[in-house]
C-alpha cells in the first residue's frame, strides 16, 4: 500500500497532538512503523491512519484515495481496519470468545455459528484454546493482547493498527506478543505499528515514520531508518534505545 | 435476621407497655378485606409507576447526554425541578390543575404517570452517573470494533452500566413504593388510605399502622434480596 498524510492536524483544547504532519511512504510500504518519543503524536496518527480520529486540518490517503471525514464515511472506513491497543480494551463483561464474535455478527453480520467458528479458529491459532469461555480479568495481559488481537483480526481487516501493544506487558509476555505480530507480518498482513520496540520494528518494519512534537521528523524506508537517520533527532531516539539492549 | 427481627419486636412491645397504649385489635381484624384491597392497589399501582419511571428515568438520561444543548438543557432541568420540588405539590397542581384542564379525570392514571415522572427524575441521575463512569477507552473500543452509536449503548455501554446502576436503582424502587402512599391526596384509596379510614373508624389511632408496615415489609425486603442476587449474577471483575 501506499500510505500519505497531507498537514494534519489534531487539537485536543490548545494542545496539537499532531501538527501538519506530513508524509508518504513508498509504493509497497506493507509494515509501517511508527517511532518517536512519548508524547510525540505516535497514538493520534495511528488513529487518523485508522479512521478512528477525523483530523481537524489536512487529509491522509490511502493508494490516492483521500479517507473521508463526515462520521458514516468514517465509520465504514473503520469497519475495514483492526485495531489493539496498549490497555488491551477487551470487554470485561463478556468472554473471550464473545469479544470476537460479538462484532462479527452485529457489525458484520455473520451467522451465529460461522462467528463463533471463526473466534474459535483465531484464539486457538493465537494460542488461546481452553480460553475460550474466560473474561478479561481472567487471563494474563499477554493472553488479553492475544485475545485482543484475535479480536482486531477476526473480521479478515484491510490494515490492522497497533498501538504500543506490548507497552503494558512484561518482557515474558511481550515475546509472546510480538511473536504473534511477527507471524502475522509473514503472513503477508498489512500492518501499522506504533511502538517502542526498536529491534522489532527493524525486523518486521519496512517503512519507518519518525514523530517528534506532533510532526513527521523522518519518513524513510526501515533499511535506510536504521542504517543512516538523516535527522539528528533520530540518532539521538535510536542511540538512546539501543544503549541497553 | 429473624433474631433481629425478634429483637425489634421486643424493644417495640416495651415500649407500647411504658406509655400504656390501649391496644383494639378487633376493629383491625373487622377491615381485613378492605386491608388487602388498599394493598392490592398500593402493589398494582407501583409497578406499573416501576415502568413508567424506569422508562422516562432512561429517556432523561439519554436527553441529558444529547448533542443538540436545547435538549441537553430541557432535560436537565426537568429533572432539577422534579427532584427539587415536594412529590405531594406536584400531585396536587398535576392532578387538579393540569390535568383538569387536559380533561383528564381518571386519578389513577394521573397518579401513576405523576409518581413514574417522579422517580424516574432521581433514576435518571443514578442512569447518568453508571453509564458516564464507563470508560472512554471502552467506548474507544466499541468505535474500534465498528460498532455505532446505538450499538455501542446496547453492547457496550448498557450491560457495564446495568450492574453499576443496580443497587441506586433498587433503593429508588423502593422508595417508590413508599412513595405511593401519598397518591391518596388526589382520592386513590390506596393501602395508607384505607388504614387512616380504619383508624378513623375504629377509634384506634395507631393500631393500622403497624400491618400497614408490615404490608410495605412484605414487598420491599424481597426486592432489595432479588437485588443484590441479581448484582451477585452481574459481577464480573474490570
Redesign the interface.
Known amino acids: 500500500m501506499k500510505l500519505e498524510t497531507h498537514g494534519v492536524t489534531k487539537r485536543y483544547g490548545a494542545h496539537a497532538a499532531l501538527d501538519g504532519a506530513s508524509f508518504a511512504t513508498g509504493d509497497e510500504a506493507r509494515v509501517i512503523a511508527l517511532l518517536g518519543p512519548s508524547g510525540g503524536g505516535k497514538s493520534t496518527l495511528l488513529r487518523v491512519l485508522?479512521s478512528?480520529l477525523v483530523p481537524d486540518d489536512g487529509h491522509v490517503s490511502l493508494d490516492a484515495r483521500v479517507l473521508p471525514h463526515d462520521e458514516e464515511g468514517a465509520?465504514k472506513e473503520?469497519?475495514g481496519n483492526g485495531?489493539v491497543?496498549q490497555?488491551y480494551?477487551?470487554?470485561?463483561?463478556l468472554t473471550a470468545l464473545q469479544n470476537i464474535a460479538?462484532?462479527l455478527r452485529?457489525?458484520?453480520g455473520m451467522a451465529e455459528t460461522q462467528a463463533t467458528q471463526r473466534a474459535l479458529e483465531l484464539l486457538h491459532r493465537l494460542g488461546l484454546a481452553g480460553h475460550e469461555h474466560k473474561?478479561p480479568?481472567q487471563l494474563s495481559g499477554g493472553q488479553q493482547q492475544r485475545a485482543a488481537i484475535a479480536?482486531?483480526l477476526a473480521?479478515k481487516p484491510r490494515l490492522l493498527l497497533l498501538d504500543e501493544p506490548t507497552s503494558a506487558l512484561d518482557p515474558v509476555m511481550t515475546g509472546e506478543v510480538l511473536d504473534v505480530i511477527r507471524e502475522l507480518a509473514e503472513a503477508g498482513q498489512s500492518i501499522i505499528l506504533a511502538t517502542h520496540e526498536i529491534s522489532f520494528a527493524r525486523k518486521v518494519a519496512d517503512w519507518v515514520v519518525f514523530l517528534a512534537a506532533g510532526k513527521v521528523e523522518e519518513s524513510s524506508a526501515a533499511g535506510e531508518f536504521f542504517t543512516r537517520p538523516k535527522t539528528e533527532l533520530a540518532q539521538q531516539y535510536l542511540e538512546g534505545l539501543s544503549k541497553y539492549r | 435476621m429473624l433474631g433481629l427481627f425478634a429483637l425489634a419486636a421486643a424493644c417495640f412491645y416495651g415500649v407500647f407497655s411504658a406509655v400504656e397504649y390501649p391496644w383494639n385489635w378487633s376493629g383491625v381484624w373487622k377491615y381485613r378485606q378492605q386491608f388487602l384491597n388498599g394493598w392490592l392497589t398500593t402493589m398494582a399501582l407501583s409497578l406499573v409507576a416501576m415502568i413508567v419511571s424506569v422508562a422516562s428515568g432512561f429517556l432523561l438520561m439519554l436527553g441529558r447526554r444529547a448533542r443538540w444543548l436545547p435538549v441537553r438543557m430541557g432535560c436537565g432541568s426537568v429533572v432539577e425541578v422534579v427532584r427539587g420540588s415536594p412529590l405531594l405539590v406536584q400531585l396536587l397542581i398535576g392532578h387538579y390543575i393540569i390535568a383538569q384542564a387536559m380533561h383528564i379525570d381518571h386519578p389513577l392514571f394521573t397518579g401513576i404517570v405523576l409518581l413514574g415522572c417522579f422517580e424516574g427524575a432521581y433514576l435518571a441521575e443514578i442512569f447518568r452517573g453508571a453509564v458516564e463512569s464507563i470508560s472512554a477507552s471502552q467506548l474507544e473500543a466499541a468505535r474500534a470494533v465498528g460498532f455505532s452509536k446505538a450499538q455501542t449503548y446496547r453492547f457496550v455501554i448498557i450491560p457495564q452500566a446495568l450492574r453499576r446502576a443496580l443497587p441506586g436503582t433498587t433503593g429508588q424502587l423502593v422508595s417508590l413504593i413508599k412513595d405511593s402512599s401519598l397518591l391518596s391526596v388526589i382520592g386513590i384509596e390506596e393501602l395508607v388510605q384505607k388504614v387512616k379510614i380504619m383508624n378513623a373508624a375504629n377509634f384506634a389511632p395507631l393500631e393500622g399502622y403497624l400491618p400497614l408496615a408490615l404490608a410495605y415489609l412484605v414487598v420491599t425486603l424481597p426486592l432489595s434480596h432479588l437485588a443484590r442476587r441479581l448484582e451477585g449474577r452481574f459481577a464480573y471483575e474490570t
Open positions: 485508522g478512528l465509520l473503520r469497519r485495531f491497543f490497555g480494551n477487551l470487554f470485561p463483561h460479538l462484532p452485529e457489525v458484520h473474561r480479568s479480536r482486531a473480521p
